[in-house]
């Protein structure tokens, strides 16, 4: 933009005085009809419907940005046709899942157990067959006895919790291992001693295979791995979050403390939230930095506020438009409405500066509003259009997320220029910043 605004500046007007000076076009080929005129003679005839349908454009956009949610699904990110979204749905639907998540449970320590009975305190070896059991490295001594019945049961009921939600595909914990157990022991559940001797036989290449993944001795905990089905349209990542979190402590009586949800999903939702949060609260500086620069530009704080408002609901109805469209925001869309306002505030400087120079001509408002949209509002109409011809060559992409951030901020573009050249000179008509003017 420094680049930009150096050049034209210093190349440009360098430029047009080696050219000479053009033709006036004849009348023939003058243009009869001009949307600027049009434009500026339906706020001249129309200047109060414009402010009715402006309060209620207001309501509906507030309407629609209360309505606005956060989502972030890579599958959707592409257009259906596209390889990469079918190979997608195909690893979703029919291999278990695309996007990883990690439910992590606690259990209590040994010390902590010490008020239970130990299931194995009764149990003496009298057979060389579990004598065997005693003999091994010293770390497996205390590990054998780890598997307790209570809770493999509760590794049980959380597999199978998991396994049973809809949003979920595949499920892999010791839970896997034990309905495995089941199968190969005649529909019998493995108990607390079956487990102790699988563990003390089972060679040390397959423990880090079956055990090691999905059981932490040192830390007392279980993992269970699960892979989240993004294809599902209904999926609602930080509502099943929260619900997982929920179901498993008072479902299942888990102790809050020791629930624990990690992965790349915890991770792109954190994001997401963090990048909402932030943007309403970059939204409200914006705001806050363009008063202050209006007020330093105009020297009013009627100006000021008069300017800030078509920039702010320019910005706001776009929101409004994907809360009323059920579009979610994601890492690409929730930065529409900064970029547009940085790039809609134009039109505005230019507008009112415009403005402020033609009312000191013969104090008509009604009379400068045509002469500033016969002059200042053709260079606003003729930027706003290739900027907005230029966001919206991002349709071409196979890339959704860049398709809307082309269609929203060519939308807010354009709203903003309509607003610039109806609301705005509407607005200094009514409030007349410049004093009480003649009407003559």
Request: charged share 20%; aromatic share 10%.
């Amino acid at each position: 933009i420094l680049l930009s605004l150096a050049l034209t500046f210093v190349l440009f007007p360098a430029g047009a005085m080696l050219v000479k000076k053009p033709k006036p076009p004849s009348q023939n080929r003058i243009i009869k009809f001009s949307l600027n005129e049009f434009l500026g003679r339906i706020t001249e005839a129309y200047g109060t419907a414009i402010l009715i349908l402006t309060a209620i454009f207001t309501i509906i956009t507030v309407v629609g940005v209360s309505r606005l949610r956060v989502e972030n699904s890579f599958i959707d990110y592409f257009k259906e046709s596209t390889e990469i979204y079918q190979g997608m749905k195909i690893i979703d639907q029919k291999l278990g899942g695309t996007t990883p998540l990690d439910v992590i449970v606690q259990f209590e320590t040994f010390e902590e157990d010490d008020s239970e009975d130990d299931e194995f305190d009764d149990f003496e070896i009298e057979d060389d067959f579990f004598a065997d059991l005693e003999k091994g490295k010293p770390e497996d001594d205390g590990r054998k006895y780890w598997f307790m019945d209570h809770r493999l049961e509760v590794i049980e009921r959380v597999h199978d919790y998991l396994d049973n939600r809809p949003e979920i595909g595949k499920v892999l914990s010791l839970g896997t291992l034990l309905k495995i157990g089941r199968r190969l022991n005649d529909g019998r559940s493995l108990d607390s001693l079956d487990m102790a001797i699988l563990y003390t036989k089972l060679p040390e290449e397959y423990k880090g295979l079956l055990l090691s993944p999905y059981v932490s001795f040192d830390n007392n905990e279980v993992r269970f791995t699960v892979r989240i089905k993004d294809s599902l349209k209904s999926l609602q990542r930080n509502i099943l979050l929260k619900e997982l979190k929920h179901d498993l402590v008072h479902q299942l009586d888990l102790d809050e403390t020791r629930v624990h949800l990690a992965g790349a999903m915890i991770l792109y939702n954190n994001m997401l939230q963090s990048l909402f949060t932030s943007q309403i609260k970059t939204l409200g500086v914006v705001a806050f930095a363009l008063l202050i620069m209006f007020l330093f530009l105009f020297r009013s704080l009627k100006i000021a506020l008069i300017a800030l408002f078509p920039n702010l609901l320019s910005a706001g109805a776009v929101l409004g438009v994907m809360g009323w469209l059920d579009i979610p925001l994601d890492m690409m869309t929730i930065t529409i409405a900064a970029i547009s306002i940085g790039i809609a505030v134009d039109n505005t400087i230019h507008y009112i500066h415009r403005f402020k120079q033609e009312i000191k001509i013969d104090n008509n408002y009604y009379a400068s509003l045509h002469r500033c949209h016969n002059s200042i509002g053709y260079a606003m109409y003729y930027t706003s259009m290739i900027i907005i011809v230029g966001f919206s060559i991002l349709i071409l992409s196979n890339f959704l997320p860049t398709i809307y951030f082309g269609l929203f901020t060519g939308l807010a573009m354009f709203i903003a220029l309509i607003a610039s050249l109806t609301l705005l000179p509407q607005l200094l008509v009514w409030i007349k910043p410049f004093g009480p003017g003649n009407q003559s």
